[in-house]
C-alpha cells in the first residue's frame, strides 16, 4: 500500500506489524488441511495527513463476505443491545422506514419488524442474508455503493434512518460506501454508525481486532473527514462498551447537520490528548503487544509443562489474529469451542485448532479456558460459570494477561 484510501497521501507511517496471517475467517475444513494456505502481510499504518489507521487492502470483501461465517445472532448481550438501539432509536426519530447496511442474520432488524416499520437489510454474505429472510427480515443481498445506494432510494424511497453497525471499518473503498450511505438517506435524516474507536484499541492493547477484514480503523477526528467526503457531517457521539470501546457517531446530510454536539468536542479533545491526532501516542503500541504476546506464551509453555490442560472459548476472527501472532498451535491450545454450528468440525486458519461445540468442556474438564471474544466477558463468564465446579479457571488475554 502507497497512498492513504481517504486522502491520497503517500505519507504513511508504520505502526504495527503482525507479520503475515491467511484471512481470519477462512476456517478449514478437514480436507482442506492438506492444502496450502495463503497469507497476506498484517501491518498497521498510519496517514501522516489525515491520520486514518489502516492496513493494506489485500483481499477484496468479495472474498470474505460472499460467504461468511459469522452470525450476529449468536451472540445474547448483541442481540440485546441491537434491541436497545432500535428502541431508543425508534422512540427519538420516529422513523417510517429503516435501512440497515450488513444487516448481517437480521439480529438489529427483526426489532425493527416487530414494530410493524418498514425496513430493508443490505447484506453482502447471501448465507447469512438467507436466515435474515427466513426470520421475516426483508433483505437485498448486495455490496453498498452510489449506484446499490441510489437503486435502492430509487425503488424503496429515501430512508429516515441508516444503520451500519460495524462495517465502516470492512470497506476498502470508504468513500464510495459513504457515498452510498448518502445515497440511501433522507436529505433530513440520520446516519448512525457503529464502530471500533481507535482510542481504546491502542490504549487497551486490543490489537487482535486488526484483520484482514478490518480496512481502517477509526478515531472521531478521522470518521469525520471520511464522512465528509460523501456529503455527510457529524453531529453526535456516543461511547460505547461493545467490542471492547466503540463509537456511535451520528450524521446527517449537511445542509441539516447544524453544529456538532458537546460531546463530539470532548472525545476529539480526549483523542488529542492520547496524541491520536498526531503519531506521538502510537509510540509504545508495538512494545506493549510485544509484551502482551510473551505474556500469554508463557503461560501457555508453564501450564503445558506442569501437564495442565488449556482450551478455547469462542473461534472469533479477532481470536485469529491472537493465535497466528503468537503461534499458539494445538500442542499448547487443545481445543476451542463455539456456539456457532457452521465451525463445528472446522479449524482456525494458520495455527489449525480444532473448532468443537460448547458441550465439549464440560465433557473433559480442562483446567483453564482461555477466552478469546474476550470483548463478550460479561455474557461469556456467565455461560461458563459451571467451570468452577471442578477447579477450572478462566483466562483473558486482553488488555493484559488475566487468570480468574
Request: glycine share 8%.
Amino acid at each position: 500500500m502507497t497512498t492513504c484510501r481517504l486522502c491520497g497521501s503517500s505519507n504513511l507511517a508504520g505502526v504495527l506489524d503482525l507479520g503475515a496471517t491467511p484471512p481470519c475467517e477462512r476456517f478449514l475444513t478437514e480436507e482442506m488441511l492438506g492444502e496450502p494456505e495463503i497469507t497476506y502481510p498484517l501491518h498497521l499504518r498510519i496517514c501522516a495527513d489525515c491520520r486514518l489507521a489502516q492496513i493494506p487492502p489485500l483481499i477484496t470483501p468479495e472474498e470474505t463476505f460472499t460467504e461468511y461465517a459469522y452470525f450476529s445472532s449468536y451472540s445474547t448481550s448483541w442481540v440485546r443491545h441491537a434491541r436497545a438501539y432500535v428502541d431508543d432509536a425508534v422512540e427519538r426519530l420516529r422513523p417510517s422506514f429503516v435501512v440497515e447496511v450488513a444487516s448481517n442474520d437480521g439480529y438489529l432488524l427483526r426489532h425493527v419488524v416487530e414494530r410493524g416499520i418498514r425496513c430493508l437489510g443490505i447484506e453482502p454474505s447471501a448465507n447469512v442474508g438467507r436466515a435474515a429472510k427466513e426470520a421475516g427480515v426483508p433483505t437485498r443481498t448486495a455490496f453498498l455503493g452510489p449506484e446499490t445506494g441510489a437503486a435502492v432510494r430509487a425503488e424503496h424511497g429515501p430512508a429516515d434512518l441508516v444503520v451500519a453497525n460495524n462495517v465502516y471499518a470492512h470497506v476498502p473503498d470508504v468513500v464510495g460506501f459513504t457515498e452510498g450511505l448518502r445515497a440511501l438517506v433522507a436529505d433530513d435524516g440520520w446516519v448512525s454508525i457503529e464502530v471500533q474507536h481507535l482510542l481504546t484499541l491502542v490504549e487497551l492493547n486490543q490489537y487482535d481486532t486488526i484483520y484482514h477484514e478490518h480496512f481502517q480503523y477509526y478515531t472521531v477526528a478521522s470518521a469525520r473527514r471520511a464522512l465528509a467526503t460523501g456529503g455527510l457531517a457529524l453531529v453526535d457521539v456516543e461511547l460505547l462498551p461493545t467490542h471492547g470501546g466503540s463509537i456511535r457517531l451520528w450524521a446527517r446530510p449537511e445542509d441539516a447537520a447544524g453544529e456538532p454536539s458537546d460531546r463530539v468536542v470532548e472525545v476529539l479533545d480526549r483523542e488529542k490528548a492520547a496524541g491520536l491526532h498526531d503519531m506521538s501516542g502510537y509510540v509504545e503500541f508495538a512494545d506493549r503487544v510485544a509484551t502482551l504476546r510473551r505474556d500469554l506464551l508463557r503461560f501457555l509453555v508453564d501450564a503445558a509443562a506442569k501437564g495442565r490442560t488449556v482450551v478455547g472459548y469462542g473461534a472469533p476472527g479477532k481470536g485469529n489474529t491472537l493465535l497466528n501472532h503468537c503461534g499458539i498451535r494445538p500442542d499448547l491450545l487443545r481445543y476451542t469451542v463455539d456456539r456457532n454450528p457452521y465451525k463445528h468440525g472446522r479449524y482456525t486458519p494458520g495455527v489449525r485448532i480444532p473448532i468443537l461445540p460448547p458441550e465439549r468442556i464440560a465433557l473433559d474438564r480442562p483446567d483453564y479456558v482461555l477466552v478469546l471474544p474476550w470483548n463478550l466477558r460479561e455474557e461469556i463468564t456467565g455461560q461458563l460459570a459451571y467451570v468452577r465446579e471442578w477447579g477450572g479457571r478462566l483466562v483473558f488475554p486482553i488488555p493484559a494477561l488475566e487468570v480468574v
